[in-house]
């Protein structure tokens, strides 16, 4: 079992920055595959960014179309800790974003591919 926490959400204006962090409970941390993803109000949950998990001293990284080139996704296996860097934000990146872990050692970007969620923090972009 894993008990996930994001954190870090909050109001910024377009163009600004924030970093999201997801705290995970648990010895195994380093093991899980973990992901982001975010859901805007009206619209169903979509896929942000994931990364993989015992990948050794390679990072396996995959974004949405949508933020490549501006999210950042990373991990402290040491901290049992996943963050989201969002640099150069937009409007249409408000949502509750939520952190979540597979136990698949895939990159997967459907909901269905994860196994434990967090509660979702809000990221509001004023334009």
């Known amino acids: 079992q894993v008990h996930l926490v994001e954190s870090g959400g909050g109001l910024v204006q377009a163009g600004g920055s924030l970093r999201l962090s997801c705290e995970a409970s648990?010895?195994?941390?380093?093991?899980?595959?973990m992901g982001w993803f975010r859901q805007a109000p009206g619209k169903e949950r979509q896929f942000v960014a994931n990364?993989?998990?015992?990948?050794?001293?390679?990072?396996?990284?995959y974004y949405a179309d949508s933020v490549k080139g501006r999210f950042t996704i990373s991990r402290d296996n040491a901290k049992n800790t996943m963050y989201l860097q969002m640099n150069s934000l937009k409007p249409e990146d408000t949502a509750v974003y939520y952190c979540?872990?597979?136990?698949?050692?895939?990159?997967?970007?459907?909901?269905?591919?994860?196994?434990?969620w967090g509660q979702g923090t809000q990221v509001t972009v004023s334009s």
């Open positions: 979540a872990a597979s136990n698949s050692g895939a990159l997967r970007t459907d909901e269905s591919g994860y196994d434990y």
């Open positions: 990364i993989r998990g015992n990948s050794g001293v390679t990072t396996y990284t």
């Open positions: 648990g010895r195994t941390f380093s093991t899980y595959s």
